[in-house]
Protein backbone atom coordinates (compact mmCIF):
# COMPACT_ATOMS: atom_id res chain seq x y z
CA UNK A 1 0.00 0.00 0.00
CA UNK A 2 1.38 3.52 -1.04
CA UNK A 3 1.83 5.71 2.06
CA UNK A 4 3.01 8.81 1.95
CA UNK A 5 4.52 10.39 5.27
CA UNK A 6 4.86 14.28 6.25
CA UNK A 7 7.66 15.40 8.69
CA UNK A 8 9.60 18.76 10.07
CA UNK A 9 6.77 21.32 10.47
CA UNK A 10 6.17 23.35 13.35
CA UNK A 11 6.18 26.47 15.11
CA UNK A 12 9.25 29.43 13.88
CA UNK A 13 9.71 32.92 13.59
CA UNK A 14 9.28 34.86 10.86
CA UNK A 15 12.93 35.00 8.61
CA UNK A 16 13.15 31.83 10.12
CA UNK A 17 13.69 28.62 8.03
CA UNK A 18 12.27 24.72 8.62
CA UNK A 19 13.04 21.73 6.12
CA UNK A 20 10.30 19.27 5.60
CA UNK A 21 10.30 15.56 4.27
CA UNK A 22 8.32 13.32 3.13
CA UNK A 23 8.60 9.70 2.92
CA UNK A 24 7.51 7.15 0.32
CA UNK A 25 6.57 3.88 1.26
CA UNK A 26 4.81 0.80 -0.47
CA UNK A 27 6.90 1.62 -3.71
CA UNK A 28 9.20 3.36 -5.41
CA UNK A 29 8.53 7.15 -6.69
CA UNK A 30 12.09 7.26 -8.73
CA UNK A 31 11.25 8.96 -12.32
CA UNK A 32 7.59 10.62 -11.31
CA UNK A 33 7.52 14.24 -10.56
CA UNK A 34 6.68 14.85 -6.69
CA UNK A 35 5.03 18.34 -5.41
CA UNK A 36 4.35 20.04 -2.39
CA UNK A 37 1.34 21.98 -1.41
CA UNK A 38 -0.46 23.62 1.13
CA UNK A 39 -3.28 25.06 2.41
CA UNK A 40 -3.64 28.07 4.60
CA UNK A 41 -6.18 28.37 7.21
CA UNK A 42 -10.04 29.28 5.90
CA UNK A 43 -8.14 28.91 1.87
CA UNK A 44 -7.99 26.21 -0.97
CA UNK A 45 -5.38 24.29 -1.38
CA UNK A 46 -2.36 25.66 -3.55
CA UNK A 47 0.50 24.19 -5.42
CA UNK A 48 3.97 25.01 -4.05
CA UNK A 49 6.64 23.22 -5.73
CA UNK A 50 7.58 20.41 -8.11
CA UNK A 51 10.34 18.17 -9.09
CA UNK A 52 10.28 15.74 -12.04
CA UNK A 53 11.93 12.55 -11.95
CA UNK A 54 14.80 14.32 -13.72
CA UNK A 55 15.41 17.18 -10.83
CA UNK A 56 13.77 19.95 -12.62
CA UNK A 57 12.16 22.11 -10.54
CA UNK A 58 9.51 24.72 -10.60
CA UNK A 59 7.91 27.32 -7.92
CA UNK A 60 4.70 28.91 -7.30
CA UNK A 61 5.92 32.53 -7.39
CA UNK A 62 5.39 33.32 -4.00
CA UNK A 63 7.66 30.93 -2.39
CA UNK A 64 10.33 31.56 -5.43
CA UNK A 65 13.78 31.75 -4.32
CA UNK A 66 13.36 31.20 -0.39
CA UNK A 67 11.81 27.73 -0.73
CA UNK A 68 13.77 24.64 -2.18
CA UNK A 69 12.18 21.56 -3.35
CA UNK A 70 14.44 18.36 -3.64
CA UNK A 71 14.68 14.79 -3.76
CA UNK A 72 16.94 11.45 -2.76
CA UNK A 73 15.87 8.64 -4.69
CA UNK A 74 17.56 6.05 -2.61
CA UNK A 75 15.58 7.21 0.62
CA UNK A 76 12.13 7.24 -1.62
CA UNK A 77 12.37 10.92 0.20
CA UNK A 78 11.55 14.71 -0.69
CA UNK A 79 12.37 17.60 0.90
CA UNK A 80 11.03 21.13 0.98
CA UNK A 81 13.59 23.86 2.43
CA UNK A 82 12.23 26.71 3.44
CA UNK A 83 14.09 29.73 3.97
CA UNK A 84 13.36 33.47 4.69
CA UNK A 85 9.75 32.24 5.86
CA UNK A 86 6.73 34.69 6.13
CA UNK A 87 3.58 34.87 8.35
CA UNK A 88 1.61 34.29 5.10
CA UNK A 89 3.30 31.02 4.73
CA UNK A 90 1.47 29.10 7.90
CA UNK A 91 -0.53 26.30 6.45
CA UNK A 92 -0.76 22.58 6.40
CA UNK A 93 2.22 21.24 4.11
CA UNK A 94 1.20 18.22 1.86
CA UNK A 95 3.05 16.40 0.02
CA UNK A 96 1.55 14.65 -3.61
CA UNK A 97 3.25 12.41 -6.38
CA UNK A 98 2.18 14.90 -8.57
CA UNK A 99 -1.27 14.26 -10.97
CA UNK A 100 -2.32 11.53 -9.02
CA UNK A 101 -4.50 11.15 -5.62
CA UNK A 102 -1.41 9.63 -3.65
CA UNK A 103 -1.51 13.09 -1.04
CA UNK A 104 -0.04 12.81 2.06
CA UNK A 105 -1.35 13.60 5.50
CA UNK A 106 -0.29 16.95 6.00
CA UNK A 107 2.15 19.08 8.56
CA UNK A 108 1.50 22.17 9.91
CA UNK A 109 3.41 24.73 9.40
CA UNK A 110 2.91 28.43 11.70
CA UNK A 111 4.94 31.21 11.52
CA UNK A 112 4.54 33.93 13.88
CA UNK A 113 5.36 37.31 13.32
Known amino acids: QVQLVESGGGLVQAGGSLRLSCAAS????????MAWYRQPPGKEREFVARITGIGSTYYADSVKGRFTISRDDAKNTVYLQMDSLKPEDTAIYYC???????WGQGTQVTVSS
Open 96 to 102: NVYGTTF
Open 26 to 33: GRTFSGYS
